[in-house]
Nanobody, 114 residues
Framework: VQLVESGGGLVQAGGSRTLSCSASETIFGFNVMGWYRQAPGKQREEVASIFSSGPRKYADFVRGRFTISRENAENTVYLQMNSLKSEDTAVYYC?????????WGQGTQVTVSS
């Protein structure tokens, strides 16, 4: 399965951005899609995840600002980011956990200017 992210770019602090990630194959059954990020000099960290059955999980540092959603028919997961801060600057990676395997996208850069 290949994951292709889009939507990254430069945004001003306080602004919004939506990331998209599409899978190259039809995803069925139990699975979890999510977003991680990695800032320069820091470890990759989980941002948000959404289960195929619907429940969502958010990191404390984005709760209330970011919203994860998915369109199962399109094998796509979204990350709506609002009230962006300079500390949100990072490469954002799409992640899929399915059938005992884990897949990663190539990453998309989000830069928040203050």
């Amino acid at each position: 399965v290949q994951l292709v992210e889009s939507g990254g770019g430069l945004v001003q602090a306080g602004g919004s951005r939506t990331l998209s990630c599409s899978a190259s194959e039809t995803i069925f059954g139990f699975n979890v899609m999510g977003w991680y990020r990695q800032a320069p000099g820091k470890q990759r960290e989980e941002v948000a995840s959404i289960f195929s059955s619907g429940p969502r999980k958010y990191a404390d540092f984005v709760r209330g600002r970011f919203t994860i959603s998915r369109e199962n028919a399109e094998n796509t997961v979204y990350l709506q980011m609002n009230s962006l801060k300079s500390e949100d600057t990072a490469v954002y990676y799409c992640n899929l956990r399915w059938s005992g395997r884990e897949y990663w996208g190539q990453g998309t850069q989000v830069t928040v200017s203050s």
